[in-house]
Each structure stands twice: as C-alpha cells, then as structure tokens.
C-alpha cells in the first residue's frame, strides 16, 4: 500500500483512491462522476431560479439545449439531487420536489403519463397499456409528493408525434402548468427548440438556457484541471497548456462527452503502463480517440461572452 500522504497534487478525498491497486483505480476512473465547471454552474443556477419562484398563474418554464454529450442529462440528475429532500417520516413519504423523467417516444398524452409515473417510480407505472387511466393518479401524486419541477429529458422526441399530437402535448403541459402551478424544464438537442413552435402561449413562457460547446477560454481551462483531479493518477498531470487545449477542441469539436472518454482512456494507460501521469503526448495517441466522433456542427468553435481568447 502506498502512502496517502504523497498524492498532495490530488483533492484530499481522492487520495485514499490514488492508493488502491490498478483494478480498483480504472473502476473507479470509468464510474461516473460529476465535475463541475463554468458552464454547469450557470445553468444550474438558472435552474435553481425555476425552482424558487413562488407557485402562480404563470410559471417561468425554462428550456435547456445542448448538442448531444453534452452533459444535459447529467446536469439535471445533479439538479435533482441538489433539490432532493430527506424522507418525510412523518408522512411516510419520499418528496420529489424535482422529478427527471424521459419525453416517450411516442408523445401521446397515455405515455407521457406512463413515464412521468416510471420517474416518480409509482406503482402503477407500465399499466397505460392495459388501458388503465394515467392522468388522475399521476396528477394526484405530483401534489402528494410537493413536485415544484418536472424536468422532461429529450423533449426533441416530441417531433416524432404527428402535428396534432405534438398540438394536444403542449395543451396538456399547459393544462398541468397551470393546475398544478409547476414549472417544466424541457431538456433537448438544439432542435427540441422547434418542439414548442407550434403553441405561442406555451412558447413565451419557456426561456431557453444553453450549453454551448466548449472554446478556449478559462472555463475550458478550469474544466480540463477539474477533470484531471477527478482521476486517481500517483503522479502530477501537466495538462494545463494551451496547446493540449486545442488538440482535444480539434478532436472533439467541443463536445464534453469526447473529452471525458479521452481523459479516461489516458488515465486507464497511464495506470496499465505505470508511468502514472497524463499530459499532451497521452493525447497524441490515436488510440484514445478511438470512436470519438466530432459531432459539434461548430468545429472550431470561438470564444463565446464570458471566455476570453488565449495567446499561442
Ligand atoms: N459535468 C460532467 N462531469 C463529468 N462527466 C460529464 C459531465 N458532463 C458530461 N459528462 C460526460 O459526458 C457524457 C455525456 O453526458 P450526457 O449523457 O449528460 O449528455 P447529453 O447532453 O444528455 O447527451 P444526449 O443529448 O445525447 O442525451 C457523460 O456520460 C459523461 O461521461
Ligand atoms: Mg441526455
């Protein structure tokens, strides 16, 4: 056993990781994990603001796209256990102030509910296809539960409803938004954004928040030193150079999914051949990009507001 004393470049609770042997290191370098970063934080905060607001007439409903691997769905998990709450013993009930739930396939209105019942895990979740009704007892327990949020991941699925059923969805989030004085986060790619062209009312009342695919810029930056301390390696990584910043842009045209699997690939290499410590040279090997596909429609991205350019 090594002593955890040494790994003083490591946040200290991942220490006693960066002690354990190569198995249980890669474990838990392919686990998933949250790091936090620029971008995250403001949209959470967005998201903290939906939640707060008072129950009314009118919810602020917020609409959060994002190129697919993004971290989207990610960031709404980590939303929904920041709001979660301790067992209610007296009611002997779990609350679910904010509730993740997937947008089905098919967006009929037996469905959704259907899915709306699966993420609350109620029991009587998968019984729409017996013709069971869905909308009262999902309903019912929304209230019974105190939900304030029902956050719909892949609301882009909506668009493979027919025109009049993508018409009757949006009536129905209305309807819900309206009874049970609750906001909705709709989560999708950036063509979820067509989603809720087609019901005005609905659409004023959902503000779209982004995340954007990485640029070079301090949030990048913070990024790539943040992930970097989320892997349990004995030696420090030199990873905080511009030019490492670009080749993983070029490779993954920005998108978070690409760069996490390629940390992890070069973290998982460094353990197996003990050298212990990634930096640029880890990057260069074409072996880590293996089925990293360049998905952004932005390949080169630019700095957007709040990042700055970085000198060569
Ligand atoms: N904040 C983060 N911390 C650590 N890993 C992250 C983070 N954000 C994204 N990732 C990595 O990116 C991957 C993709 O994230 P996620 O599934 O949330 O993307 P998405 O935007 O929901 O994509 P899709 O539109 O395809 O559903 C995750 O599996 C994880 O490896
Ligand atoms: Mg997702």
Not at 88 to 94: P, V, Y
Not at 157 to 183: D, H, I, K, W, Y
Request: net charge positive; with cysteine; aromatic share 6%.
């Amino acid at each position: 056993m090594t002593a955890v004393a040494e790994f003083g470049h490591l946040p200290q609770d991942l220490r006693p990781v960066a002690a354990l042997d190569a198995e249980a290191r890669i474990a838990h370098i392919r686990a998933e994990r949250w790091v936090q970063h620029g971008a995250a934080d403001r949209v959470l905060s967005y998201l903290h603001e939906a939640f707060e607001q008072p129950p009314r007439e009118r919810m602020e409903n917020i609409l959060l796209v994002g190129e697919s691997g993004m971290g989207k769905t990610m960031l709404v998990r980590k939303f929904e256990r920041q709001t979660a709450v301790p067992f209610d013993e007296r009611a002997g009930l779990q609350r679910r102030p904010v509730v993740v739930m997937l947008m089905p396939h098919q967006p009929t209105e037996a469905r959704f509910f259907d899915q709306l019942l699966t993420a609350l895990n109620a029991p009587s979740a998968g019984h729409f296809a017996r013709g069971f009704p869905v909308q009262e007892p999902a309903v019912r327990l929304l209230r019974e539960l105190r939900t304030r949020v029902v956050v719909i991941d892949e609301l882009n699925s909506l668009l493979a409803g027919t025109p009049r059923q993508q018409r009757v969805f949006l009536q129905l989030l209305r309807f819900l938004s309206n009874e049970l004085r609750l906001a909705f986060v709709g989560v999708g790619v950036p063509e979820a954004r067509h989603a809720l062209l087609s019901d005005g009312q609905l659409r004023s009342r959902f503000t779209d928040v982004e995340l954007p695919p990485w640029s070079l810029g301090e949030d990048l930056r913070d990024f790539i030193v943040r992930l970097t301390w989320s892997l349990p390696l004995r030696a420090p990584s030199p990873v905080d150079s511009p030019k490492l910043r670009r080749l993983l842009l070029d490779r993954t045209g920005g998108i978070t999914l690409g760069l996490c699997k390629a940390f992890e690939r070069a973290a998982v290499a460094a353990i197996r051949t003990g050298r212990e410590y990634i930096d640029l040279s880890s990057f260069e090997d074409t072996e880590i990009w293996r089925g990293v596909a360049t998905r952004s429609r932005n390949p080169h991205p630019q700095p957007r507001d709040h990042a700055r350019r970085e000198p060569a």
